[in-house]
């Protein structure tokens, strides 16, 4: 088995290393075409490092198109011919930053370097950030109260700003919310470890598949978690109560990734089952994306359907505004509001008071309703662009998820994920393949993979789509291919 | 047993409702003087809320002279006079934004009001941050790399500022760090809190007395706390070794609240703990105020001192900048980096990506290094204000924690701090009774206040010290003062 020395310096990540090492070894023949790589948990023991930076660097080859999974056999060195795309492909010039960017949603199957065409999930119109509209904003907040901005701050964040996120889930999405049941938070990570301390010693359950980071938050935070599978009106609620579950985490607005909008029916259903085990059932629902609703009005929350103080709703101004800004929010029930006030009120805010203030302001000047009709309609637009750019796959080409959201789920034919993401890959078109975000691999969908359009404009989304056009016509499974091929990266650490 | 109504509306937290519940009846002679008031035990399982909520609230009451203590018996309506001094008592116009500031260091022992002269410890002076400057590198970060600026970002935050603490460190504190072994996050509590996920199934030391939210963050997160008595070195390596704790949180460059120095004996024999206990040890020196030695430089960090990669380094712009910019970061020794990188690189920085960007052109331009210079000739002033005009006390002064930091503490005479806290409440002076700081009642200081003097002007702390002279000439211990009184909040939850 090979041994991989890593950097004493430490400025690319363990996974990032390794991916370089064993692409280094196959560009220049020391790994040949058709040999068998060692499985992941041999080698994470023979390196001692962690199983996950293993996968993370085979997902990676895998997603480029060197190393091909097959079915309860192992990973494969795969023939490495010329590559008809200008990306740079050196893995030094890749910075820690793209990587742990691509990290951020794709999860295992991340790619460090950046393709011609990247159709990640986590990148939204920054361009269209309105600047001197903020800058203007935030000096202004700084001249008409200095000492109010820099001394300590509510822990829950801006009062002010609490009003105005009122304001708006009243008018947008029908909430009835007192300012004082907000919480503001530097991110929805934070604010969902922070709901593990509201509800310690509980288990949650995950959408499987879901987003990749839900279930390491709750892991790090030592919870229990349960990967529920889905059906196509959201997570399922009879394999909740196999598990002793008492904290669920879900998409309802729109499914990350499936795009599946939940049935009322299915809510219902959910909300019932919160009312059981003893009280303390706890619904977590995470309402990303319901501003960029492109077929349908979006539907009404949980929170709102909601009678009996079962619901914790979250949101985030990152896909929104900008990632970057770090402001997210959750509303809590008022038992639970009860429970972090007692046991959780001493810690203070981390959002800074600069940008919660000017984000208040924003707000209440009515540029982020204006923002969001804007957005919207380029969002719409750029979805369009994408679609229209695949019509030529014709049949073979299945679409959804498409009404709501910044991603589409597309499948060609009978191609495997790995056959998309490559052939893509070698067309310098990322896509990520669905099966980065199962957690269990029995449910696993293997012929999809997941293309963002909220990162690229439409005339760049134009070219991507023609690109996937000439990768995917008259494409079957590969040559090694079989039906079977997935990616199994072994039973999950609890 | 009286039953206490509290408000469905939660505007105002549980603590400061039952405050002025009490306050009232005792105001309105419902409650009686020399009256005893339940225990807290009884009262928290009769109301059915959290004993640190009651005591939150007889401490109030006491450091405002509604309430005393009593050793060994409990709590007592004190006789009410007319209060002597302007500041408004009426608890209903106190927002929980100023009742969570004052939580935010005082901790039991906070005033949820504005008293005519506030001596508390969290609070710096924000009217010297330098807004022009910062506001004009504000818009020229953002106006040259707005992409940058908007995209997600590097887990450990912006490299650019990591690469600008990493110089500050080696000038200022002699320390060889590299920007890759930095970890930016939203303030000392959100990196003491991933600390614990670096440390999992790790009792931590603390320091007894100590920073308040040390335990409950650690408590939080479901780590074992073990508070430390301290000698005049600081936390003493005996006491650490009768316990199971694996890492220990130490404030060596300035000890909050007892301002001891450590001394470099005891550095060494921390470093030498650390190497025991089969490698699992770690020390975490929170560095904080290490910028506001006025008397002696400051002393090399313990982090210089290891050859081990035991030590994790905290520091923060809090108390240098502003608290409401939550910037605060950690240095991981190799060993504790790689685990990082491994297990939490996931997760996303807290800090907002604009005013990383704005600190790092702040230090870059040298601003920083005269705004410390700056701060720390004010603060070195306002220090000697408040000294010099507690002059006329003459020899019952007792003054020490002079050589570095924002506070000092005081006792005078025979006085208990009961009996110096409310004197100078009634005389409008707010400052903390030290006993607040104290997890153990055993080795608990009961004759002496933390005054912190980085909030108000030299000409306010010149009054504020006359008010004091006034409040604390001539005095004993209080009427029903024996000198074994003492505040006990039974034994701390684990």
């Known amino acids: ?29 020391v790994l040949k075409a058709d040999e068998k790589l060692p499985s992941s ?37 795969c023939e490495v011919e010329p590559i008809d795309h200008p990306a740079d492909h050196t893995a030094d010039t890749a910075s ?46 700084m001249r008409s109260d200095p000492a109010g901005l820099l001394g300590t701050m509510h822990p829950q964040g801006d009062e002010g700003l609490r009003a105005e996120i009122a304001v708006h889930l009243h008018k947008f999405r029908g909430m009835n919310v007192s300012p004082d049941q907000i919480v503001i938070g530097a991110g929805t990570e934070y604010l969902i470890g922070l709901i593990t301390e509201i509800l310690p010693d509980t288990a949650f359950a995950i959408e499987d598949p879901g987003y990749p980071k839900i279930p390491r938050i709750l892991e790090s935070r030592r919870a229990k978690v349960y990967p529920v599978p889905l059906d196509d009106e959201g997570m399922r609620v009879d394999a909740i109560e196999k598990t002793d579950a008492a904290a669920a985490v ?39 994306n319901s501003e960029f609703h492109f077929a349908l009005k979006p539907i009404p929350t949980l929170y709102s359907l909601d ?58 000047g009515g540029y982020y309703e204006r923002h969001l009709n804007r957005m919207r309609k380029i969002y719409r637009s750029r979805q369009a662009a994408l679609t229209e750019g695949l019509a030529p796959l014709g049949e073979r080409l299945r679409v959804s998820g498409q009404s709501a959201g910044l991603h589409l789920l597309l499948s060609v034919g009978d191609m495997t994920e790995s056959a ?10 990322f896509v990520a393949p669905i099966s980065g975000f199962y957690v269990s691999p029995q449910s696993r969908d293997t ?48």
């Open 250 to 288: 879900i998409t309802p607005s729109h499914q990350f990734p499936l795009g599946i909008i939940m049935s009322i029916g299915r809510r219902q259903a959910l909300l019932k089952w919160a009312q059981g085990g003893s009280g303390r059932r706890v619904l977590i629902e995470d309402d990303y």
């Open 41 to 77: 948990r041999k080698l994470a023991a023979h390196l001692n490092i962690s199983r996950f930076t293993v996968e993370n660097a085979y997902a990676q080859l895998i997603a480029e198109g060197y190393v091909t999974p097959v079915a309860k056999k192992g990973y494969y060195v």
């Open 96 to 141: 820690t930053a793209d990587t742990a960017d691509t990290a951020d949603t794709a999860g295992r199957f991340a790619c460090a370097k950046p393709f011609v065409f990247d159709l990640r999930t986590n990148t939204i119109g920054t361009e269209h950030f309105p600047y001197s509209v903020w800058n203007r904003l935030m000096r202004s907040g």
């Open 1 to 29: 088995m090979f041994t991989v020395v890593f950097s004493d310096r430490r400025d690319r990540p363990l996974y990032e290393q390794l991916y370089a090492f064993i692409r280094h070894d196959i560009e220049s023949g």
């Open 307 to 364: 009678q009996n103080d079962k619901v914790i709703y979250l949101n985030s101004f990152a896909n929104t505004l900008a990632p970057s800004l770090r402001i997210a929010y959750m509303v809590l029930p008022q038992k639970l509001l009860n429970r972090y006030l007692k046991t959780l009120y001493f810690y203070s805010c981390t959002v800074s008071a600069f940008e919660q203030h000017t984000l208040r302001l924003f707000m209440n």
């Open 447 to 494: 012929h999809t993979v997941v293309a963002g359009f909220s990162g690229c404009r439409r005339d760049t989304l134009g070219q991507a789509a023609a690109a996937l056009v000439k990768a995917w016509k008259n494409k079957t499974a590969p040559a090694r291919g079989n039906s079977h091929i997935f990616i199994d990266p072994g039973p999950r650490k609890r």
């Open 420 to 429: 998309l993401v490559t052939a893509a890959g070698r067309s310098g078109v």
